[in-house]
């Protein structure tokens, strides 16, 4: 009976933030084993095998994945067998790309602009430099991890639990920090 309920609930709150979104304009299809809202006017573009959401993981019930192409111009990619845990949280005014094989911790953070204009008398418009995110293939990104606008990961570079990642790195490096640097050479 438990997992009957449970299996109910999910699903509940699965169909609650589908029926939430507001974009319309998406390429392929992702497993959506915790619930994602994805909103804006821009793509987006999943591959095969893109899975939100890990059951056995934290914030499962009590949170969910948001992506959000926000201008029309804006594109989010999502490569082949991409997996995300709970509580991501995906914001584009530009392009984010997500390549091969990726696994993205829980509560992750990926942004391609500063949202608004950092000049004091502009702050209340959008920015108007954004860049674009490239998460390389077999990219793995521990859990609180924040990547700004700008920034290139490597391939097969691995990104410690509670990074912020404000430049790129190269590629087969470990990467942690506050700022994030270059911790060891795979």
């Known amino acids: 009976m438990k997992n009957f309920l449970i299996k109910i609930y999910r699903s509940l ?3 609650k933030y589908s029926f939430l979104s507001n974009n319309r304009n998406k390429e392929g299809n992702y497993t959506a084993h915790q619930p994602v809202l994805s909103n804006g006017l821009g793509r987006l573009v999943f591959g095969s095998n893109v899975n939100f959401g890990v059951i056995n993981s934290p914030k499962f019930y009590s949170s969910y994945a948001y992506i959000e192409a926000r201008t029309q111009n804006a594109t989010i990619t999502f490569g082949d067998n991409v997996h995300i845990n709970n509580a991501c949280s995906i914001i584009s005014e530009k392009q984010i790309t997500i390549a091969n094989n990726v696994l993205i911790g829980y509560n992750c953070q990926i942004a391609d602009s500063d949202f608004h204009d950092l000049n004091k008398n502009n702050r209340l418009q959008t920015d108007p430099f ?5 998460v390389s293939e077999n990219v793995f990104i521990g859990n609180n991890v924040t990547i700004l606008k700008g920034v290139v990961i490597g391939a097969n570079t691995v990104v410690a639990n509670g990074s912020i990642v404000t430049k790129s790195f190269p590629e087969n490096v470990i990467i942690g920090g506050v700022p994030a640097k270059i911790l060891k050479d795979l």
């Open 13 to 15: 709150r699965i169909f």
């Open 130 to 134: 954004p860049q674009e995110v490239i």
